[in-house]
Nanobody, 119 residues
Framework: QVQLVESGGGLVQAGGSLRLSCAAS????????MGWFRQAPGKEREFVAG????????YVTDAVKGRFTVSRDNDKNTLYLQINSLKGEDRAGYYC????????????WGQGTQVTASS
């Protein structure tokens, strides 16, 4: 299995940028497709971005397209989410998830990192 630890969240002025990281340990990081999710207060967790095991394929939802970029460094066992042009509605806990290559779902999760945009 893999252990995931997110970092990089914080209070950022609206319109600003930040980069979230998800450090993986345990089983080989490249054995997993990875994703970023977020959960705002009172709302369900939602998928925002995904990346294939090699990094060769990425996807972001329409809600964040053009502002969020997902990437990974398999040599550093780390997943990233670059957030630009931060909006108030981006305020949420952000979680990374790991999906084994032959699995339909995300089996492993980090504890989350909080992102807040100030006006």
């Amino acid at each position: 299995q893999v252990q995931l630890v997110e970092s990089g969240g914080g209070l950022v002025q609206a319109g600003g940028s930040l980069r979230l990281s998800c450090a993986a340990s345990g089983r080989t990081f490249s054995s997993y497709n990875m994703g970023w999710f977020r959960q705002a207060p009172g709302k369900e967790r939602e998928f925002v971005a995904g990346i294939s095991w090699s990094g060769g394929s990425t996807y972001v939802t329409d809600a964040v397209k053009g502002r969020f970029t997902v990437s990974r460094d398999n040599d550093k066992n780390t997943l990233y989410l670059q957030i630009n042009s931060l909006k108030g509605e981006d305020r949420a806990g952000y979680y990374c998830g790991a999906k084994p290559l032959r699995s339909d779902g995300y089996d492993y999760w980090g504890q989350g990192t909080q992102v807040t945009a100030s006006s």
